[in-house]
């Protein structure tokens, strides 16, 4: 039940979908606590920002947040009486001194302390400031699977693990969030119906490694999807997060066959050298890469593969660029997402000679976007003139035009269809014919 309380909370959420999960977790618990959510920072007397600290960019774009949200203090700007971060940042610098760095805030609390946020108000507000990290992340308490969700109705994360096992030499993830923990099968069935429920169509499920899913709990991934896709209600369960080697040839075939599973796979890959994926400490090389790839498409071809690659490792020599370059113009991925080594102390690459000069990453990441957009140009010039479904959730008012997705576009990351038609309803699936392309995204018109 929920307790009356005056005092409004807004809150940022940075970094992955897997901390929006921890955001809405926190919400929820905001709400039971009777605070008002408010989307207007200038009349928060609350405000929490919850944070990523994978890379360097991220980290510059948490503390500008902070600071932004410090100035609600002001009372020119705002009425912020607590100023309250969360997640990776101080999980990750608390011993550093980050809160000696940012007096302005009231509360640093860790990837374990989300479900305490109300009590942690409470001492607050007693005078007390507060560091609450823990060294590893909680599950929700049993019998608890609400959150507050923050994403369009018809479609909703659902965090399926916490943590990783795997100790890829640039990540600085395990020491962040701990090893892999899996959330037992009914739970996510529990929160799948729940989701459902609350009018989502779409499940996507997310984790730091989804394919390492019930490996320490005596299940497997498929187990959960054949699971998941009989709950009355899912349309489509998305997969993001696979890491290459654990994706089995079962695991391929249900994506296949089963309707309810979206033709979408999003597989990071990191980098097609072999002598980079080895110093990477990756589990697969590209001989297996390119087999992976192989099956997947034999399987059926209209499944789409995202996959995500990294720049400027310590040790890439022009050579290997290439090969990511040649790997690219043949694998011929649907999307993909580029980013620059960053060097993270306390990782084993940071140790590592032969660093790559901040101009070079940047003139190599130019030319891996440059060659996939090649790529994804013909793959959008192919799409033309097929009709196929798409569900619909926005609007270009500048241009008159209707948004949706297919199956092979995730939110918010992947391009999107733009289409003509009347009478559509946001979160219902409609056939759309396409007629042509405007930049990266699709355009067409409803059959």
Not at 48 to 56: D, E, G, P, R
């Amino acid at each position: 039940m929920e307790k009356q309380n005056t005092k409004r909370v807004a809150i940022v959420s940075l970094g992955c979908d897997k901390n929006r999960v921890d955001t809405e977790r926190m919400l929820y618990r905001l709400r039971q606590g009777g605070y008002e959510i408010t989307s207007e920072f200038d009349k928060a007397e609350i405000i929490v920002v919850n944070t990523c600290a994978f890379i360097l960019s991220a980290r510059r774009e948490a503390v500008g947040n902070i600071l932004q949200c410090a100035e609600y203090k002001n009372p020119s700007k705002g009425i912020c009486q607590k100023l309250i971060v969360t997640g990776c940042l101080p999980q990750k610098h608390i011993k550093d001194g980050i809160a000696k760095d940012l007096p302005e805030v009231d509360a640093f609390l860790g990837v374990g302390a989300y479900d305490d946020i109300c009590n942690i108000l409470d001492d607050l507000y007693q005078g007390k400031k507060v560091i609450n990290i823990e060294c590893a992340p909680q599950q929700e308490r049993e019998g608890e699977i609400d959150r507050f969700i923050t994403t369009p109705m018809h479609y909703a994360y659902l965090k399926i693990a916490e943590g990783c096992d795997s100790r890829c030499t640039f990540c600085t993830i395990p020491s962040i969030r701990g090893k892999f923990v899996s959330k037992p099968m009914t739970r996510v069935i529990e929160e799948t119906k729940s989701l459902v429920d609350k009018g989502a169509k779409e499940i996507i499920l997310v984790a730091q490694d989804v394919t390492n899913y019930g490996a320490d709990i005596g299940t497997h991934l498929v187990a959960l999807l054949d699971k998941m896709t009989q709950v009355e209600g899912v349309e489509w369960v998305r997969l993001m997060y696979c890491y290459p080697d654990l994706v089995s040839d079962d695991l391929i075939q249900m994506v296949a066959q089963n309707p309810k599973i979206a033709n979408y796979m999003d597989i990071p890959l990191q980098h097609i050298s072999d002598n980079i994926l080895r110093l990477m400490a990756r589990r697969n090389n590209q001989a297996q890469t390119r087999t992976l790839l192989e099956k997947i498409r034999q399987a059926s071809p209209d499944i789409a593969i995202r996959s995500t690659f990294m720049t400027g490792f310590p040790g890439e020599t022009e050579s290997d660029h290439q090969e990511l370059l040649d790997f690219l113009q043949t694998a011929r991925l649907d999307n993909v997402g580029f980013f620059a080594y960053s060097k993270e102390e306390g990782t084993p690459s940071y140790h590592l000679p032969n660093q790559v000069s901040a101009k070079v990453k940047k003139e190599r990441l130019k030319q891996l976007y440059a060659t996939q957009q090649q790529v994804s140009h013909a793959k959008q010039q192919a799409m033309i003139g097929k009709t196929i479904p798409v569900l619909y959730e926005d609007i270009d008012y500048q241009r008159s035009l209707f948004v949706g997705r297919t199956q092979g576009q995730a939110p918010d990351i992947d391009p999107v269809v733009k289409f003509k038609g009347n009478n559509v309803d946001v979160g219902q699936f409609y056939k759309i014919k396409i007629t042509g392309t405007q930049g990266i995204d699709l355009l067409g018109e409803l059959v």
